[in-house]
């Protein structure tokens, strides 16, 4: 059974910064893309970076380019999302997928697994 879980949200003043995980397990990613996406209350899934697990490519939002880092361990198969000078509108609930198309990376519907989201909250 394949699992993502996510870790490292929490709460965070503006200008600060916060390294979210995604572990995952359950079998072999090595061909998979894993993506990072958040989620307001009352709002979408919004694609925020991806990764290749193979070659290294990633591939960011404009909201979070030039202030976010995503990287993988292999070794340790996880994913980490590093987020800089945070505001209060990326407050969201963060979610980490794992999906076979990087072409479409940025669309939620490419992802065939999700993890359970972690809380990301900044205050002014």
């Known amino acids: 059974q394949v699992q993502l879980v996510e870790s490292g949200g929490g709460l965070v003043q503006a200008k600060g910064s916060l390294r979210l995980s995604c572990a995952a397990s359950g079998r072999n990613f090595s061909n998979y893309a894993f993506g990072w996406f958040r989620q307001a209350p009352g709002k979408e899934r919004d694609f925020v970076a991806a990764i290749r697990w193979g070659p290294t490519s990633s591939f960011y939002a404009d909201s979070v380019k030039g202030r976010s880092a995503i990287s993988r361990d292999n070794a340790e198969d996880t994913v980490y999302l590093q987020l800089n000078n945070l505001e209060p509108e990326d407050t969201a609930v963060y979610y980490c997928?794992?999906?076979?198309?990087?072409?479409?990376?940025?669309?939620?519907?490419?992802?065939?697994?999700w993890g359970q989201g972690t809380q990301v909250t900044v205050s002014s």
């Open positions: 997928g794992a999906a076979l198309y990087w072409r479409t990376v940025f669309q939620t519907s490419s992802y065939e697994y």
